[in-house]
């Protein structure tokens, strides 16, 4: 009786284990990529639109991989943007007494994922593009991006913060933090209310919001 009793212990509690691990995806190891005049504006989190001073690189090529008709896209700007999620996941322990089995038994643990998104910018003209920060199904996002591309092959990225909550002016002027090109940013988003802050994306400063031009003398 005892061991009849402990078989179906031992079953409920790995169906409880079941239930309640795979609370938290972990990302599929392949970041999506988007062109931004394929995503709908209208839902995103928001459209970003850049001035750059001096014409970035525009090469554009795309590849494909049949595996997973996966579509990867290069040689122009583009913007990455990060999700997180957050859930209960389990692990399983081991318990026993003397002259009993050992069973096992659920260990809650709080996980995380992390996901990203690529999404490469609608060329305006040789100065202006403008990009789509998409939202992305039951994933947090970080209220974060950044800017990558490249002039005359020198790589440059500037990250950028934006709020949904509250309001502010969210177009800046700002500059690249490793060889210094200038920017006009704009930000238009989904319900009239935000802000948009540059962070100093240079090594050794993750995430702080502080790198822009001096003010100039008049304003």
């Given at each position: 009786?005892?061991?009849?009793?402990?078989?179906?212990?031992v079953?409920?509690l790995?169906?409880?284990?079941?239930?309640?691990?795979?609370?938290?995806?972990?990302?599929?190891?392949?970041?999506?990529?988007?062109?931004?005049?394929?995503?709908?504006?209208?839902?995103?989190?928001?459209?970003?639109?850049?001035?750059?001073?001096?014409?970035?690189?525009?090469?554009?090529?795309?590849?494909q991989?049949h595996?997973?008709?996966?579509?990867?896209?290069?040689g122009?700007?583009?913007?990455?943007?990060?999700?997180?999620?957050?859930?209960?996941?389990?692990?399983?322990?081991?318990?026993?007494?003397?002259?009993?089995?050992?069973?096992?038994?659920p260990?809650?643990?709080?996980?995380?994922?992390?996901?990203?998104y690529?999404?490469?910018?609608?060329?305006?003209?040789?100065?202006?593009?403008?990009?789509?920060?998409?939202?992305?199904?039951?994933?947090?996002?970080?209220?974060?991006f950044?800017?990558?591309?490249?002039?005359?092959?020198?790589?440059?990225?500037?990250?950028?913060?934006?709020?949904?909550?509250?309001?502010?002016?969210?177009?800046?002027?700002?500059?690249?933090?490793?060889?210094?090109?200038?920017?006009?940013?704009?930000?238009?988003?989904?319900?009239?209310?935000?802000?948009?802050?540059?962070?100093?994306?240079?090594?050794?400063?993750?995430?702080?919001?502080?790198?822009q031009?001096?003010?100039?003398?008049?304003?």
């Open positions: 009786m005892k061991n009849s009793l402990t078989g179906r212990g079953l409920l790995i169906g409880i284990a079941v239930s309640l691990g795979g609370c938290v995806s972990q990302g599929s190891g392949h970041d999506r990529e988007f062109l931004s005049e394929n995503l709908d504006a209208s839902q995103a989190l928001l459209t970003f639109d850049v001035a750059f001073a001096l014409a970035p690189d525009y090469k554009p090529s795309q590849s991989f595996a997973d008709d996966r579509i990867t896209y290069s122009f700007p583009h913007i990455e943007v990060p999700y997180f999620q957050k859930g209960l996941d389990v692990d399983m322990g081991l318990t026993g007494l003397p002259y009993i089995l050992p069973i096992p038994y260990v809650p643990k709080v996980d995380t994922g992390r996901s990203e690529k999404v490469f910018g609608q060329r305006l003209d040789e100065q202006h593009y403008r990009f789509v920060v998409p939202s992305k199904s039951m994933w947090n996002s970080g209220h974060t950044a800017l990558l591309f490249q002039r005359r092959e020198r790589r440059e990225t500037i990250t950028f913060r934006f709020n949904t909550q509250t309001s502010c002016a969210s177009s800046l002027k700002v500059i690249t933090p490793d060889y210094g090109y200038p920017l006009s940013v704009s930000a238009k988003f989904k319900n009239e209310v935000g802000c948009l802050t540059v962070c100093d994306g240079r090594p050794g400063y993750p995430g702080d919001c502080a790198f031009p001096q003010p100039t003398s008049g304003g």
